[in-house]
């Protein structure tokens, strides 16, 4: 038999749910706001199931809905007589709470406020009997406002029916629109640590959300099917719907599952930190290159999170059971994204094709590079600015930059190099972008000198630096030379943390010369600049010399030709055993 009653329904006897079936009969004079008979009837089953009922109630008296919740909370719904949604619904929600304490709580004035209820009651109900109640209603700008708790049997009705009339005069005729920032509303949930959740709160804030609240469990291991448990599962929803939340973001990798599961629970979009980045670099994305590598990430993870029926849904296995019309919708967006991806790969492949060209171009001509890298918001692209006079994106966010960027430089000994700006890098850098940005973290791997760029006045800057040590041992790129640097120092006192690292201000210039003389003192290390002189005689020489330097100066005399160039040590040692000393200047 299909009962009215609805919710949590499971468990209850058939003849529990034709009385409270029997609930949608009750008529309300118009004098009554709620019935004493009412509320015993809703004590006795409340503490018969132990669990929240909810009815709704018409001004007409008519009860429209009765639901079952849990022991500690009913879901509310939006119940609107009205098409108006800024005025009054024309419905009051009473509900019962089974530990005997009437006290409305955020949620019910979060949830008063989103269904503009006329009025929103709370029955404790105790052994039986009902015991204290309060209500609340809305008043100018749907601002809530509680009543005393009374107890049951004081309820004054006439006086609450002046109150609904009351919120019906001052809500929603000439309420003032709160101007919308237009930002979704997050909750954060982590399990790892207080500076990993502050980490994701600047994540969330660049993608554009508003922080409404976050919240930490220490957990050894995350919960197979809902991550965080079932019962702190119900509390955050509880919790997102008193902040009045549209989506919940955990801080780690949810699975497909985990992720519907939540969803059914929360009732409110939910995202992890991947699906986080992944939103930040496509909003970031500026270069052909950088938009098909976002996109190529995006698939990667959409493709695993595909949910379906399993086999039941497959129709490309054959045998018996799989015969059919064709492919399945989960199938077809399976091969779709395939399709996608295998079609991005083959263009980026196209593009670092391209990059190798210009890569062996830079090698031929003996052009060193210094890359700059480090964590997420060091300060890199602010310290490419100010050492090249360029005027590359700046932003106080993570992610701000996400090409790479390359500026000409020159040392005082006249050896050019490249300078590049690179990626950040961040805790829990999500496996599809390490994989879809190779081709652009590869620049730090095939870079001759490493720049490596903290951020001095980050309290976590030892753990960011360990962060970025592991994401450049997993590029390869540990055999290359290194310059220690701290960012920031103006705005904090950092103590040197790293032996020889120097302290810098990319804002006020601070320590700018330090670094410039120790980047080319590095490449001095490796290259330097000499002067060979070969007779007309074996003029043929100079194509072999030219093409295992850069060339810098050329002069002819009356006996030959003195080519100046730079050149690498071990190749300046090349020429001393074929050539001999008579050959250099």
Not at 351 to 359: N, V
Not at 483 to 511: H, L, Q, R, W, Y
Not at 578 to 583: F, I, P, S, W
Request: a negative charge.
């Amino acid at each position: 038999m299909k009962y009215l009653t609805h919710g949590n329904i499971e468990g209850v006897r058939d003849s529990m749910l034709a009385k409270l079936d029997e609930l949608m009969t009750f008529s309300l004079e118009e004098d009554e706001f709620l019935p004493k008979e009412l509320m015993k009837y809703l004590a006795e089953y409340s503490c018969a199931l132990n669990r929240e009922i909810a009815v709704y109630i018409t001004r007409d008296g008519e009860i429209v809905d009765v639901c079952i919740g849990t022991d500690c909370d009913v879901e509310l719904v939006d119940y609107r007589l009205r098409r108006d949604a800024k005025r009054l619904s024309r419905v009051r929600c009473v509900h019962t709470h089974p530990n005997g304490d009437g006290h409305l709580s955020d949620v019910d004035l979060s949830a008063l406020r989103i269904f503009r209820y006329d009025a929103m009651v709370a029955v404790g109900v105790l052994h039986g009997e009902p015991t204290w109640i309060q209500t609340a209603f809305l008043e100018e700008n749907a601002e809530p406002v509680l009543t005393d708790p009374v107890r049951w049997y004081r309820l004054d009705d006439s006086e609450l029916l002046r109150r609904i009339e009351l919120s019906d005069k001052l809500v929603g005729h000439d309420e003032t629109d709160v101007v919308s920032s237009g930002r979704e509303r997050a909750v954060l949930m982590g399990i790892e640590s207080v500076s990993s959740l502050e980490e994701l709160a600047r994540l969330a804030e660049t993608a554009g959300a508003e922080i409404a609240g976050s919240f930490l469990q220490k957990r050894d291991r995350p919960d197979s099917a809902l991550f965080i448990g079932k019962g702190r599962a119900d509390e955050l929803a509880r919790e997102c719907q008193a902040l009045e939340a549209d989506l919940c973001i955990f801080d780690e990798e949810l699975t497909g599952i985990q992720m519907r599961n939540l969803e059914s629970i929360l009732r409110i979009k939910v995202i992890d930190r991947t699906m986080l980045i992944l939103d930040i670099f496509a909003g970031r994305a500026s270069s052909a290159e950088g938009r098909l590598q976002v996109e190529l990430a995006q698939l990667q993870y959409q493709s695993t999170r595909l949910i379906g029926q399993g086999l039941v849904l497959s129709r490309l296995a054959g045998g018996i059971g799989t015969r059919g019309p064709g492919e399945s919708k989960l199938e077809m967006n399976r091969r779709r994204i395939r399709e996608r991806i295998t079609e991005l790969r083959r263009r980026l492949d196209e593009l670092e094709k391209q990059r190798a060209i210009r890569r062996r171009s830079r090698e031929r001509n003996q052009i060193p590079v210094v890359a700059l890298v480090g964590y997420t918001n060091a300060g890199k692209s602010t310290l490419l600015n100010t050492l090249t006079g360029s005027d590359v994106y700046v932003q106080d966010q993570l992610f701000a930059t996400l090409d790479a960027v390359s500026r000409r430089m020159t040392t005082p000994e006249n050896t050019e190099y490249l300078l590049t700006d690179t990626v950040g890098f961040i805790r829990k850098l999500p496996h599809t972008l390490v994989s879809a940005f190779r081709s652009t973290l590869e620049e730090a791997a095939l870079a001759d000198v490493l720049v490596i760029v903290s951020d001095g006045s980050s309290p976590d800057m030892l753990t960011q630096h360990d962060t970025v040590e592991q994401v450049l041992t997993e590029l390869g790129a540990t055999e290359q030379k290194r310059i220690e640097v701290i960012n920031k120092c103006d705005a904090a006192d950092p103590p040197p943390a790293f032996p020889g690292a120097i302290m810098v201000s990319a804002k006020t210039g601070s320590g700018l010369g330090e670094l410039k003389a120790a980047i080319a003192e590095v490449l001095q290390e490796s290259c330097e600049s000499i002067t060979v002189f070969m007779p007309f005689s074996k003029g043929g020489e100079l194509s072999k010399i030219r093409a295992m330097g850069r060339v810098t100066g050329e002069v002819y005399t009356d006996e030959g030709t003195e080519l100046t160039l730079v050149i690498a040590k071990a190749d300046k040692e090349k020429l001393l055993r074929r050539y001999g000393e008579e050959a250099f200047r």
